[in-house]
């Protein structure tokens, strides 16, 4: 089993729908979620952080994480065509100078006009 | 605010050719790293550097070697470059202390190996 799975999709809504996006992970060590968002063509570019277990909202965007589950997600209300865009899951066991982030694959979103 | 700066941005090889990607980084951090994307298979890191001085393998190290120039400055390099190395390469770099998990990539370097 990989450490962090994510659907690929390709997810395609329209605008103004909710998304949810979401990573499973195997790994209990793993105390910091993080959701990155990759323009076509661009470096992936950090969007939610959240530590250990429990809720983040930032505008319309809402990162959940449930440890119990391994399982985190990101929900995204009100979608706009400048949310389309590949969203990364990514995870870390500690933080400090030595820490590496394993990533999910990825999940290609559009949201169409 | 530059951020995180990569060239060449495009470049395309031959089997067996060496080439070097140079990376740089003008926002004072300690640790940088060294990616590759591929359609299917995600990132995946290549080498790091948690400070200057120091360098270690990530879960995909074969057939490349880094050097930590300084602290702004991270280079991956192909010494004798092979299909299967055709990907987008990203830089990134953290400050690497707070564990906040916040990396600042670069835009990538879209190799291609004939």
Not at chain 1, 65 to 73: E, P, R
Not at chain 1, 84 to 94: E, K, R
Not at chain 2, 16 to 30: E, F, K
Request: charged fraction near 20%.
């Amino acid at each position: 089993q990989k450490e962090v799975e994510q659907d690929p999709g390709p997810l395609s809504v329209p605008e103004g729908a909710i998304v949810s996006l979401n990573c499973t992970y195997s790994n209990s060590a793993f105390q910091y979620f993080m959701w990155y968002r990759q323009y076509s063509r661009k470096g992936p570019e950090l969007l939610m952080y959240t530590y250990s277990s429990g809720n983040k909202e930032d505008g319309r965007f809402t990162a959940q994480v449930d440890k119990s589950s391994k399982y985190i997600s990101l929900f995204i209300r009100d979608s706009q065509p400048s949310d389309s865009a590949t969203y990364l899951c990514a995870m870390c066991q500690s933080g400090g100078s030595n820490y590496k982030l394993t990533f999910g694959k990825g999940t290609l979103l559009t949201v169409n006009p | 605010n530059a951020g995180v700066t990569q060239t060449p941005k495009f470049q395309v090889l031959k089997t067996g050719q060496s080439m070097t990607l140079q990376c740089a980084q003008d926002m004072n951090h300690n640790s940088m790293y060294w990616y590759r994307q591929d359609p299917g298979m995600g990132l995946r890191l290549i080498y790091y550097s948690a400070s200057e001085g120091t360098t270690d393998k990530g879960e995909v190290p074969n057939g490349y070697n880094v050097s930590r120039l300084n602290k702004r400055e991270f280079s991956l390099r192909l010494e004798s470059a092979a299909p299967s190395q055709t990907s987008v390469y990203f830089c990134a770099s953290t400050a690497g202390t707070s564990g906040r998990g916040e990396l600042f990539f670069g835009e990538g370097s879209r190799l291609t190996v004939l």
